[in-house]
């Protein structure tokens, strides 16, 4: 099988998403990128991702040729390649709609740091990219732009989309961020948030580097 361990990647991550509610039914989409097959890995289009196969997941180039699979690509398959060609590093790419970063994302702001959960995406905040129909050249090419050096973005009343070097640091970032506009939505409620400062944000990040276990791969929170 054509990228066998990337395609169980895929599958074990988007059964994850549908259990901790980060995308409701089969929206949403998940892809990982091999770089030296020059390959990418990608949720099939509108299938449930409890029911995934490694088989059902689609392989194509990142040219949009298909390479292998009967099944459909995600219709979100160009906002992926947007960001593999766009940054060299990344090899995964997660697009969600969790429901407290896009309620940020229907208000068009951006998620700012009221807490260090989120220093990990690398810039001060979340940026909302301008609002394109779901599929289409414009949104990808508006995706990419908007989120700059950055790992995370939020389209414009849709979701958001975080990538990172491995599957598990890209979804371990959708968390974070999630979990960051909770506390940003809830403390709003009931008062003024106190934002962390650049500084402060730039502090955690570069700790971040040098988090955890050193065989783990794990940067941040």
């Known amino acids: ?13 988007g059964k994850k998403l549908s259990q ?10 998940i892809s990982v990128y091999n ?25 194509m180039d990142l040219d949009s040729h298909l390479v292998d699979s009967d099944r459909k690509p995600s ?16 090899r995964a790419v997660v697009h969600t709609h969790p429901k407290y970063s896009t309620i940020f994302a229907v208000l068009r702001e951006p998620i ?22 779901y599929g289409t050249p414009e949104l990808a090419h508006t995706a990419v732009e908007t989120c700059g050096e950055g790992r ?23 968390a974070n961020v999630e979990y960051t506009a909770e506390l940003a939505y809830r403390s709003r ?4 948030p106190v934002y962390l400062s650049e500084e402060e944000v730039e502090a955690v990040y570069e700790s971040f580097q040098t988090y955890g276990q050193a065989d783990s791969g794990k940067k941040g929170y």
């Open 35 to 59: 770089a030296e097959e020059g390959l990418m890995a990608i949720t099939p289009s509108g299938m449930d991702y409890m029911k995934l196969k490694p088989e059902d997941v689609v392989v």
């Open 152 to 174: 995370a973005v939020l389209l414009a009343n849709h979701g958001l989309i975080t990538c990172g070097e491995t599957l598990p640091q890209a979804y371990d970032l959708t």
């Open 112 to 133: 700012r740091p009221v807490h260090y959960a989120m220093a990990g995406i690398g810039t001060y905040e979340v940026p909302c990219a301008p609002y394109y129909m």
């Open 1 to 13: 099988m054509v990228l066998r361990e990337e395609r169980e990647l895929v599958v074990e991550y």
């Open 75 to 90: 219709s979100e398959w160009a906002l992926h390649t947007g960001f593999y060609l766009k940054k060299k590093d990344i």
């Open 189 to 192: 409620a009931i008062g003024q």
């Open 20 to 29: 901790e509610k980060l995308s409701v039914g089969t929206s949403g989409n």
